[in-house]
């Protein structure tokens, strides 16, 4: 993919982020674009990191590192940065993320029927065992903590 479709599907999902940690979480838009901008800036420069390194290593991991290299509590500054990313909720990340894939897969809905059967019962077994493992751990630790 092109450096600026990348940046262009970051920004979007960004703006859509912040517009759903408005709805979700009741955080002024006002408040969550420094951790927006940062966020978004740390995942331009993690594809960068990709197109121009020559090893062949994919750009979420250059996007992980810088993150957690710029959040560590040792590098100054890092105080700052995490204050303003902790005003936007992961959930609200999430949710158009998400979208986004499923439209990709959906565009490509013909290409993934061609994979065979054994690939769409795979990713659906793959689905409903994440989603009945994620439950049970939610369902314990809301149980441990008291929340249910």
């Known amino acids: 993919m092109k450096l600026k479709n990348s940046i262009f599907i970051l920004v979007l999902i960004g703006i859509l982020s912040l517009v759903g940690n408005l709805i979700g979480y ?3 838009i006002l408040a969550s674009i420094p951790g927006m901008l940062i966020l978004v800036g740390i995942s331009i420069a993690g594809i960068l990191l990709a197109k121009i390194i020559p090893v062949k290593i994919p750009a979420v991991a250059y996007v992980v590192t810088l993150g957690c290299i710029i959040t560590y509590p040792a590098v100054p500054g890092s105080a700052i940065i995490n204050s303003y990313i902790s005003k936007v909720n992961f959930l609200a990340l999430t949710t158009p993320i998400l979208a986004y894939v499923g439209i990709s897969i959906g565009n490509d ?3 993934f029927a061609k994979s ?3 690939i769409i019962l795979i990713s ?3 689905f409903i065992g994440t989603f009945l493992g994620s439950s049970l751990v939610a369902q314990f630790v809301l149980k ?3 929340q249910i």
């Open 124 to 126: 659906c077994l793959s």
């Open 109 to 111: 809905l013909e290409s």
């Open 116 to 118: 065979g059967w054994r």
């Open 144 to 146: 441990l903590t008291g």
């Open 26 to 28: 009741k955080t002024s």
